[in-house]
Nanobody
Framework: VQLVESGGGLVQAGGSLRLSCVAS????????FEWFRQAPGKVRDFVAG????????GYADSVKGRFTISRDNAKNTVYLQMNSLELEDTATYYC????????????WGQGTQVTISS
């Protein structure tokens, strides 16, 4: 399984970005997809997650009401719409795919940088 994120960039506080994660190599309905983020010097934190059938796994409290995860199975793509961005949202954002029956089968993308300016 290969994951490729895109859509990051530099945006002013209050702005919006949409991240994309394109999956290839055999993802199926048995995978859930999640977004994580990691700021410099900090641990990688969960942001949002969704099963391939569309069922949500949840959002981090810090992004509830501002971020929305969605997917287009025909395009094998998971999105993260980020609105009302804050300085604290600055981080590298990563996509992860995990087999729900075999959790050791977990794959990460290379990450995409999101920088929020004041």
């Amino acid at each position: 399984v290969q994951l490729v994120e895109s859509g990051g960039g530099l945006v002013q506080a209050g702005g919006s970005l949409r991240l994309s994660c394109v999956a290839s190599g055999g993802t199926s309905t048995r995978y859930r997809f999640e977004w994580f983020r990691q700021a410099p010097g900090k641990v990688r934190d969960f942001v949002a997650g969704m099963h391939r059938n569309g069922a949500l796994t949840g959002y981090a409290d810090s992004v509830k009401g501002r971020f929305t995860i969605s997917r287009d199975n025909a395009k094998n793509t998971v999105y993260l719409q980020m609105n009302s961005l804050e300085l604290e949202d600055t981080a590298t954002y990563y996509c992860r795919a995990t087999n729900i029956l075999r959790s050791e089968l977990s794959y990460w993308g290379q990450g995409t940088q999101v920088t929020i300016s004041s």
